[in-house]
Every structure is written in structure tokens, then in C-alpha cells.
């Protein structure tokens, strides 16, 4: 206070300012904030919609849920342990009709005929020539994948020997004597490609 008058402090006069582009900064600084909002919630809508438009779908218009596929969960092929039979009797032996093309005659030992739990049919399978003349296999037949395995083969002495290292084998398709073909096909495999049991396939062949 001077000479009675009331003079106003000079720091309660000063109202501070913002600097000279200082309100325009501080916009753009927010601004710039929206943007990036804005684009990552427009991100987010977009793969939202592409994925409902090419999410795969069943007959009925529903998304198909998939589930990742573990093949350790999945059961494999075990072969069951083989014993190779007795050689076999001609009267145990049964004709397998052949074509017209065919030069071989083919004949099964009924009391061979076995399907093992590994679904493998087994039995033994007589080749004869024209001449007489005979070849001998003990065999396997998978009809899952129509494969053939020789686990034995007969001898002069009418005794069987075990194949060395037997392998699966494609069953082939020979234009002529295509006896393995023909079992397979026609009288051991179903139309479910599943093997017949023993006494179905005696059945067929009489």
C-alpha cells in the first residue's frame, strides 16, 4: 500500500498464456491419438468380416468347427505273428474258376483259409501249368491296401520254406493269370474292401 492507495501485487496481475501454437500442438498430439485408434478398430472390423465371409461352411449355411488332426491318437496296423501250415492235400484242395485267357489253373487249401485280427487273410495257393507241373505259396492278402505278402514256398519234398525277408507287395494286374487279382477281387475282399471270412469265401468258390 503507497501514500493510502492499494496497489495490486504484479504476480496476481500475470495470467500465464500458452506459447504462440502451442493450443494447435497439443491438437495434433490428440489428434494423432484418434488416428491411431481409429485405424486399429477399423483393422480389427475388417478381419472380423473377412473372416465370417470365408469361414467354411456346411450344407446348412454353419461354420464348420475344425479341430487339429493328431495321427499319434490314431490306432496303427500291427501284423499278427504267422505260422506257416501243413503242406497241403489234393483233397483239400479247391479250384478257383479262371478266364478263358488263362493258361495257369488255380487251387486254394481250404483248411488254410485264415483272417487273423490284423484283418489279414492267410492261406496256402496252389499254381499248376499246363504240363502238371506245381508251384506252392503260403499267403498273405491285405485287402485295405490290395497287397499280397509270400510267407512260404513249397518244396520237391512237399514241405514248406520260409520266404527270406517277405515284403508287401502291390498285387499286380496282368492281362493273363491274374490269379492274385482275381482273389482279391472276386472271392477275399468285399465292396467294402474288407476281407471275407473263411468260410464265406469256401462258399463262394464251390
Not at 7 to 36: E, K, N, Q
Request: charged share 25%; net charge positive; glycine share 6%.
Amino acid at each position: 500500500m503507497r501514500g493510502g492507495l492499494l496497489v495490486p501485487r504484479a504476480d496476481l496481475l500475470y495470467t500465464p498464456r500458452p506459447m504462440h501454437g502451442t493450443h494447435w500442438f497439443s491438437g495434433l498430439r490428440i489428434g494423432c491419438r484418434g488416428c491411431i485408434l481409429g485405424r486399429v478398430l477399423a483393422a480389427a472390423v475388417l478381419f472380423m468380416a473377412v473372416h465370417t465371409v470365408h469361414a467354411k461352411r456346411d450344407q446348412y449355411g454353419d461354420e464348420v468347427q475344425e479341430f487339429p488332426f493328431d495321427e499319434n491318437l490314431v490306432e496303427k496296423w500291427k501284423e499278427s505273428p504267422t505260422v506257416i501250415p501243413s503242406y497241403p492235400n489234393d483233397a483239400d484242395l479247391i479250384a478257383v474258376p479262371a478266364n478263358d485267357t488263362d493258361t495257369l489253373k488255380i487251387y486254394l487249401d481250404r483248411k488254410s483259409i485264415s483272417r487273423a485280427p490284423d484283418l489279414v487273410l492267410r492261406y496256402t495257393l496252389v499254381v499248376q501249368s499246363r504240363s502238371g507241373a506245381r508251384s506252392v505259396f503260403y499267403d498273405g492278402l491285405r485287402c485295405e491296401t490290395r497287397q499280397y505278402k509270400t510267407y512260404a514256398i513249397g518244396t520237391e519234398n512237399h514241405l514248406f520254406e520260409p520266404a527270406t525277408n517277405p515284403q508287401w507287395q502291390t498285387i499286380p494286374r496282368p492281362e493273363i493269370n491274374a490269379f492274385r487279382y482275381q482273389l482279391y477281387s472276386r472271392y477275399f475282399c468285399n465292396e467294402n474292401s474288407s476281407a471275407r471270412a473263411p468260410d464265406e469265401i469256401v462258399r463262394l468258390l464251390k
